[in-house]
């Protein structure tokens, strides 16, 4: 089963909403976690680096109060879309690399889709 | 330049075929170089890692070339499960801190 939980899978929402994604690393703890983008038939890009206990980074051209990111705990990630715009429709996918033995998993992905 | 390029395909082959895809990454100081599969609407999924010597894992084979910065996947007896697309992915950072840099993929069909 998944190591990485991400939720929701699937959101729809109006344009000018808020949209909070989840992203959970089940069974051991993440100190740093990324948050993704992948826009069809696109790579995937790196939005962020999430840090437990400290402000993520943010990548060139990602604006980080759009984009809010909290890690306040070692399993726990969230990714809020503010005043989402339907540009930012895509597929948002998390990782996390396991403080212990430095394996990466991936989240499974949520879709989001801004009316 | 793109940091990780890769021909985009798709490639459409019939079962029991071999195929191969290769990637070119920019950075030469770049440490690990990983295959990705990433089914539609997926999230990816590790493949095999690459490792300088080559490295095999069933039908699947992986090369690295340093000095040409080149990356190569081999996939023989091709099954229709196979279809995907295939990631070329490369961390530049050391340890277990740095982030993935991602090609835009390489799209296998397998046809009956």
């Known amino acids: 089963g998944a190591v990485v939980s991400q939720h929701p899978s699937r959101v729809i929402c109006k344009s000018g909403t808020s949209v909070k994604i989840e992203c959970r690393s089940l069974d051991f703890q993440a100190t740093t976690m990324f948050w993704y983008r992948q826009f069809p038939k696109q790579s995937l890009m790196l939005m962020a680096t999430s840090n437990e206990g400290s402000k993520a980074t943010y990548e060139q051209g990602v604006e980080k109060d759009k984009f809010l990111i909290n890690h306040a705990s070692l399993t726990l990630s969230t990714l809020t879309v503010t005043s989402a715009h339907p540009e930012d429709s895509s597929f948002y996918i998390c990782?996390?690399?396991?403080?212990?033995?430095?394996?990466?998993?991936f989240g499974e992905g949520s879709r989001l889709t801004v009316l | 330049r793109k940091e990780v390029e890769q021909d985009p395909g798709p490639f459409n082959v019939p079962e029991g075929a071999t195929v191969a895809f290769n990637c070119t990454y920019s950075?030469?100081?770049?440490?690990?170089f990983f295959w990705y599969r990433q089914d539609c609407r997926k999230e990816p999924k590790l493949l095999m890692s690459?490792?300088?010597s080559g490295n095999e894992d069933g039908r699947f084979t992986a090369q690295l070339n340093r000095a040409s910065q080149y990356i190569s996947l081999l996939i023989r007896d091709s099954k229709l499960s196979d279809s995907a697309t295939y990631l070329c992915?490369?961390?530049?950072?050391?340890?277990?801190?740095?982030?993935?840099?991602f090609g835009k993929g390489t799209k296998l069909s397998v046809k009956p």
């Open positions: 950075n030469s100081a770049s440490q690990s």
């Open positions: 990782s996390a690399i396991n403080r212990g033995t430095g394996e990466l998993f």
């Open positions: 690459v490792y300088s």
């Open positions: 992915v490369v961390r530049n950072y050391g340890g277990s801190q740095g982030n993935l840099i």
